[in-house]
């Protein structure tokens, strides 16, 4: 079993920068890979970023590339998702996710095998 915990997320301007930390429960944090997904209202949960178990390979949506970084700590259990440039339309729920698999980078969410509450992030234009 695995908890994951999201935080981070709040009001920020266009063009300004969030840091979401998502701390997960459990001994085995290595054994998964992470991903971080968005949904806003009225659309799909969608993934923007996703870091494989090694932290060597990592995804990201096309519509964050550039802006997002996504990283972890293996010994801390963490993983992060650096948000820059903002954009109001980045405005959405952001979730951690995790799936136990050392082959393959989490982009999915029929894949997960975890999540996390969720915290919202707000961009105002």
């Known amino acids: 079993q695995v908890q994951l915990v999201e935080s981070g997320g709040g009001l920020v301007q266009a063009g300004g920068s969030l840091r979401l930390t998502c701390a997960a429960s459990g001994r085995t944090f290595s054994s998964y890979a992470m991903g971080w997904f968005r949904q806003a209202p009225g659309k799909e949960r969608e993934c923007v970023a996703a870091?494989?178990?090694?932290?060597?390979?990592?995804y990201y949506a096309d519509s964050v590339k550039g802006r997002f970084t996504i990283s972890r700590n293996n010994v801390k259990n963490t993983v992060y998702l650096q948000m820059n440039s903002l954009k109001p339309e980045d405005t959405a729920v952001y979730y951690c996710?995790?799936?136990?698999?050392?082959?393959?980078?989490?982009?999915?969410?029929?894949?997960?095998?975890?999540w996390g509450q969720g915290t919202q992030v707000t961009v105002s234009s």
């Open positions: 870091i494989k178990w090694s932290g060597v390979s990592t």
């Open positions: 996710a995790a799936e136990l698999t050392k082959s393959k980078v989490l982009v999915t969410t029929t894949s997960a095998d975890y």
